[in-house]
Structure formats: structure tokens, C-alpha cells
């Protein structure tokens, strides 16, 4: 019998994980299948890192015995993910490290981010400043080097392609320093067309950094005022003044309180009712009618009235009545004996009594304010009182609104005035958020930067301030190491898609309630006009029908979303499809980053910047080295420390060495030196 050749042993899946695919053998699976490729195949080059020194970089550390300094060290991040890190050298603001290291670049898109700390033994440490590059710009095989300006942290905002875009073509003004960097960009496999498969992989996704600058993670403490304060915000702003008033103009048109305005509405949803193809047209006619009518305040005033929104005072008394509701009455009422008068209801039932005899005919029966003496003069003189009162002042520190302000007590400007209270009040302007002011250092641990909300202190009388919601206490140390880490996390993530959603929805706010309440006459007459003309094509269409070759245009419309769809849907995930936009894709990134102006870079200061900084330099030739033969660092920072004739050795066809010579002195000559 014939010998069998024995099988080939499979390799397990911890093999596979140590050492993945060798990019160039299996690049063409990067086209093919670009998203499993990034999880299977090595990284297809690698860049050398050479940290040298740094100069001029910010004193963090206060000393009492000489000048400020800081205890500096950097970390290196690739797309936003820690690396490696470089050792401390304690007490110096010109750091020499002549550290290196080796990173694997698995996507030619990346960024390489360098992080100067200054180390503290107690809390985080404090970020001095940053630099980053695009990994695309470094040319092969030739070391990049220089003076790298660094950023400070307030400037490390929003993600690493936009703020890179922004300082890659420069000026680029050195306020925290700069560290000088020897860059070396290799393919693994030395073949350069390996950057093109590269590119079809699927992009580096980046961390988005907050608009205020770079705070550590671990200085976000739970804050659930804050988060409470944006969604009754919201609330304000989005519920009370948009969605109840408009429901409030429904109620007033169906219980005919216009008699005219209702006719006119339910003449117009019969005639739509006999002829539907009118319905659009009679829907917008409407719209535009009831918009136009807004025009007069006191219609406007009547059409929105709702008991949560009217003002506290004889106006807003008459407008309740007018409503003719012992509900709506109701609502008045607490908000009366809540806001204004610090009181509590007691008796619901009693309340209803009182609410419906205080109107008759939609007419009120007395003043405002001689309704709040009744109502003040019940607690007292009934024998089963259906509402009590408070005979104290807010205490110091209690959070309030006047109106869509936000504030704080501080103090109480007559103690013994009950129950016309007044009080001093601290608002926040009109940019803050009804956050306290922080004084630095105030916030535990370092690296957190100062609020810097604007404040303004009035006296207002107490009938004018309503009670917020207070979840300070949630705040509080003991209480926080009862909450996990991971609520604290979600809540606080919570408030930064609030914190852009408020902005909205107060403009989106102040602009339908301008044009409702006709502010800007030409805006709101402009919307009407646009309404009734829309109305009028629409009444065309309505009342000639819709032409037969409407039908064809929508059929064939609809014919070719329906194919193009299905079709989709099978080829989106099909091998050739994604190859194809992959390849696509390659072509035009390489295609932007062909030219591999690492050089150019703004924040690369130039050998002439370099050379100015540098004591003791005399001046340099073409080559970058130094004219009289003396150390320094610019271009090759080794390079500049060797004889003119050494650089001429190394750029001839004889010493055609890789760029890792080019960049280190030979032994033999730094045993000389």
C-alpha cells in the first residue's frame, strides 16, 4: 500500500489570534472583504516613534525654593487608544527622554496622538498640552523630524480629523512648548503598494471630546440637577408654551367660543366632507385663516389661554373664567395657593366648591387679589379649612423660578413681612444654566476647568417665585458611593445630547412664537400669504381632480424606487459590491494623500525655527547639518551632530542605508564624540 502523506495540522483559534495573516500575502482579502480583514490580517506597517526632548513646556508644579516646574511624561495614543508611555523626569520643563518605541499601524488613516502630562503623586495628572498627525503624510522609509508644536488642552475639542484639519496647514503659534520627534513610517513587507489595500478597510472611528476642551473621564461626577434642569427645560419650553396653547385653540374653536371662528371651521370641514379631495386644501385654509385671526392680542389671548400658562393676576383670573370650566378653575387655583401663596390643599372637594363659585357667566365674582384674601382667610376662619398656609420664609439656598429664569435664594429681605415675603434672589444670565459659580480647585482632583456662568442678584417678591425641583442631595459624597459607577455614567451621558437639544428647542421656540404673536408683522403675514396660496392650488387640483398623467408620473416613480430598493437590498451586501466601494474608496483616499507632505505640516516648526531656539548654533548648511560641526536639534536631530562630510558619506550611492541610519549617529562616532 501506498503511504498517505500525513494531514496538515490545523492551526487553533489562539494561534490564529497570536500571529494573524500576514498583510501582503493576504491583501487582496482587505478589497474583498474589508470588514473581516481588519480582525484577521497583521498590521501592514509600522511606525517608529523617537521621543528626544522637549523645550519651553508649561510649569504646572509650584516650588518654594526656585522657579515653577512639572514632573513630565508622555503617552502615545492611535486613534484614541493608549499605546505606550514614556518615563518621568521629575522636575524640568526641558525633559530629555531620547525614548523610542515601535507602533503597529493597521490603517493608513490613523492618527498618532502624543500626550504631555505632568505626573502628581496625589489625583490625575494634569495634561500640559498635545500634538497629533495623520500617519497617511509620513512618506516610506525616510525619518521625519523636528520641533512638533504642542496644543494646550482647552483646544482638544471634537474629534482628531476636524481639529487636525485646522492646524495641518498652519500658522501654528507655540504657547505650551514642543517636543522634538523622529518619525520612521514602514510597510512590513517593504512593498509600498501595500498602503493601497490598506485603505480599503474601514475607517478609524475617533473619540468626540467635549466643546469645553480636554477633562479627564474621571472627573465627571454625577450632576443630576443639571439633567433635571434640561428636561424641565424642555419641558417648558417644548410642552407648556407650544403644545398646550395649541390645544388650547382647538378646545376654544369646538366649544364655540367664537361664534363665527367655529362656523367658519365647521363649514369648511362639511364642505371637505361632501368633496375629499378638497380635505388638503381645507386643512391648510384653515391653518391659514386661524393664523391670520392670531393677529388680534386679544383673540390670541383668549384662543391660548390653558390654567397652566395664564399669568397669576386679574388678567389671568378673567381668561379662567371666560373658559367657564370648574376643572380648568381648578388648575388656576393651585397654582395660586402653590406659587404665590406657599399653601397646600388639604380638601380636594372644597377646592372644586370654591373653584366653581368663583365665576358666573364667564364672568369672575370678585377682584384677584380679593380671592387670594378669601382664600387666605379660609384656613383660618372655617372649621375644616381645605387649604393651609406656610408662615415661613424660603430658607437660604432654596431653588426657584421667575419665570423661565432659574435662580437661588440667598436671603430674605423681610423676615418678619409674612406672607408678603421678599427676597433676594441670584439668577443665572441668559447663556447659563442655573449652575453655582466653581472657584478653581473647588471640584476634587485636578485637571477640571473653572465654570465660568455670569450671575445677577434681584429682589423679588415671593408671589412671583415657584419652587423647582432640587437633586442636589444626589450630589453628595455619601450618596454617590451608593449609586454604581455605571448610573453615574449613563445619567451624565444623558445630559450631553441634552445640553445640545435645549439650544434647539428654545430657537425652534422663540421662532413659531414670534410668528403667532405677529412680532415680525412681515414674517408672519409672509407664512400666511404662502398658506393661502397653497390652499388655492391645492382647492385647484381638488376641484379639476388629478390629471391621468399624474397617475403614470407616480406609477413610473413608484416603479423605480420599488426596483431600485430590491435591488439594493441584494447587492448592498454582496462580495462584488462591497469590493467595489472598497476599492472606490482606496482610490480616492490615496489619491488625497499621494503627495506625502509630512513636511509641510504647520505644526512642524521648520529647520530655521528650529535653529533659532537652539543655544549655542552658529548657523547650518543645506543638508541640515551644523556649520561648525556643534550639536543641535533640528532636522535629524542625530544627523546634525555629525561632520559635513559624514551627511555627504550617507546621501552617497555607496552608504544607501535604510532611514534608521539615516536618523542614528554610528557607534563609533559618538564614542569620539
Known amino acids: 500500500m501506498a503511504a498517505t502523506a500525513p494531514a496538515e495540522k490545523t492551526r487553533s483559534i489562539l494561534d490564529e489570534v ?20 481588519q480582525d484577521k490580517l497583521a498590521p501592514f506597517a509600522t511606525l517608529k516613534v523617537k521621543v528626544v526632548r522637549a523645550r519651553d513646556i508649561t510649569a504646572s508644579d509650584w516650588s518654594m525654593f526656585g522657579s515653577p516646574t512639572s514632573d513630565p511624561y508622555c503617552e502615545i495614543h492611535v486613534n484614541d487608544e493608549f499605546k505606550k508611555k514614556t518615563d518621568t523626569k521629575s522636575g524640568t520643563v526641558t525633559p530629555v527622554w531620547n525614548w523610542e518605541c515601535e507602533l503597529k499601524i493597521s490603517k493608513p488613516g490613523s492618527v498618532v496622538q502624543l500626550q504631555l502630562f505632568d505626573e502628581d503623586l496625589v489625583g490625575d495628572s494634569d495634561l500640559l498640552g498635545y500634538l497629533e498627525f495623520p500617519v497617511a503624510d509620513l512618506p516610506f522609509d525616510e525619518c521625519i523630524s523636528g520641533w512638533f508644536v504642542l496644543f494646550p488642552p482647552e483646544a482638544l475639542q471634537s474629534e482628531a480629523p476636524a481639529r487636525i484639519a485646522k492646524t495641518i496647514k498652519g500658522p501654528v503659534e507655540e ?26 478597510l474601514p475607517q478609524p472611528t475617533f473619540k468626540a471630546y467635549p466643546e469645553t476642551g480636554y477633562v479627564p473621564a474621571a472627573m465627571k461626577a454625577l450632576d443630576a440637577q443639571l439633567v433635571i434642569d434640561q428636561l424641565l427645560d ?9 403644545v398646550f396653547p395649541v390645544l388650547s385653540g382647538f ?9 363665527l371662528v367655529s362656523a367658519f371651521c365647521l363649514a369648511v370641514v362639511l364642505a371637505c366632507s361632501l368633496r375629499p379631495t378638497f380635505f388638503p386644501a381645507g386643512l391648510i385654509l384653515i391653518q391659514a385663516t386661524l393664523f391670520l385671526l392670531l393677529k388680534n392680542p386679544e383673540r390670541r389671548r383668549k384662543m391660548s389661554t390653558h390654567p397652566a400658562l395664564v399669568p397669576l393676576d386679574d388678567e389671568g383670573f378673567k381668561l379662567i373664567a371666560l373658559l367657564q370650566d370648574t376643572d380648568k378653575m381648578v388648575a388656576f387655583l393651585s397654582r395660586v395657593i402653590d406659587i404665590q401663596m406657599d399653601g397646600t390643599v388639604t380638601d380636594e372637594a372644597m377646592l372644586r366648591s370654591f373653584a366653581a363659585f368663583s365665576a358666573n357667566a364667564g364672568v369672575p365674582v370678585t377682584s384677584y387679589e380679593e380671592m387670594k384674601k378669601q382664600l387666605r382667610e379660609s384656613a ?33 429681605v423681610n423676615p418678619k413681612g409674612a406672607p408678603d415675603f421678599k427676597y433676594m434672589v441670584k439668577f443665572a444670565d441668559a447663556h447659563g444654566e442655573g449652575k453655582a459659580d466653581k472657584e478653581p480647585g473647588a471640584d476634587k482632583g485636578k485637571g477640571k476647568h473653572k465654570e465660568k456662568a455670569m450671575f445677577t442678584e434681584e429682589e423679588v417678591p415671593g408671589n412671583e417665585l415657584e419652587l423647582r425641583l432640587d437633586f442636589r442631595w444626589v450630589s453628595n459624597g455619601m450618596v454617590l458611593a451608593l449609586i454604581p459607577d455605571i448610573t453615574e455614567t449613563l445619567i451624565m451621558e444623558a445630559a450631553e445630547p441634552l445640553a445640545i437639544v435645549c439650544p434647539i428647542v428654545h430657537q425652534v421656540n422663540k421662532l413659531i412664537t414670534d410668528l403667532y404673536q405677529w412680532k415680525n408683522t412681515t414674517h408672519s403675514m409672509g407664512l400666511v400669504a404662502v398658506l393661502y396660496i397653497v390652499a388655492g392650488v391645492a382647492s385647484i387640483f381638488g376641484w379639476i ?5 399624474a397617475f403614470v408620473i407616480l406609477d413610473w416613480v413608484r416603479l423605480i424606487v420599488t426596483v431600485s430598493v430590491v435591488t439594493l437590498l441584494f447587492v448592498f451586501n454582496a462580495d462584488f459590491f462591497i469590493s467595489f466601494v472598497a476599492q472606490a474608496q ?12 509630512a513636511k509641510n505640516w504647520g505644526f512642524l516648526l521648520q529647520d530655521s525655527q528650529a535653529d533659532e531656539s537652539m543655544p549655542g548654533k552658529k ?55
Open 18 to 37: 497570536a500571529s494573524p495573516h500576514p498583510f501582503h500575502e493576504s491583501r487582496k482579502e482587505a478589497a474583498k472583504r474589508p470588514k473581516s480583514a
Open 175 to 200: 504657547t505650551c512648548g514642543s517636543i522634538f520627534l523622529e518619525l520612521t513610517y514602514k510597510t512590513v513587507s517593504g512593498d509600498p503598494t501595500d498602503e493601497f489595500y490598506a485603505w480599503c
Open 234 to 242: 424642555i419641558k417648558e419650553y417644548a410642552v407648556d408654551d407650544l
Open 251 to 259: 378646545i376654544y374653536i369646538i366649544v364655540w367660543r367664537e361664534v
Open 380 to 412: 383660618t376662619k372655617l372649621s375644616e379649612p381645605f387649604v393651609t398656609f406656610s408662615t415661613y420664609p424660603y430658607a437660604a439656598g432654596c431653588l426657584v423660578l421667575h419665570g423661565h429664569k432659574t435662580g437661588e435664594v440667598l436671603s430674605t
Open 545 to 549: 381632480g388629478i390629471p391621468g398623467i
Open 586 to 597: 482606496s482610490f480616492v483616499l490615496s489619491k488625497q494623500h499621494a503627495a506625502k507632505d
Open 619 to 673: 548657523g547650518k548648511n543645506k543638508n541640515g547639518a551644523a556649520a561648525d560641526g556643534e550639536g543641535g536639534f533640528f532636522g535629524c536631530a542625530a544627523c546634525a551632530r555629525k561632520q559635513e562630510e559624514e551627511v555627504k558619506a550617507i546621501k552617497s550611492p555607496k552608504n544607501n542605508g535604510s532611514a534608521d541610519a539615516k536618523c542614528a549617529p554610528k557607534k563609533e562616532d559618538s564614542k569620539k564624540k
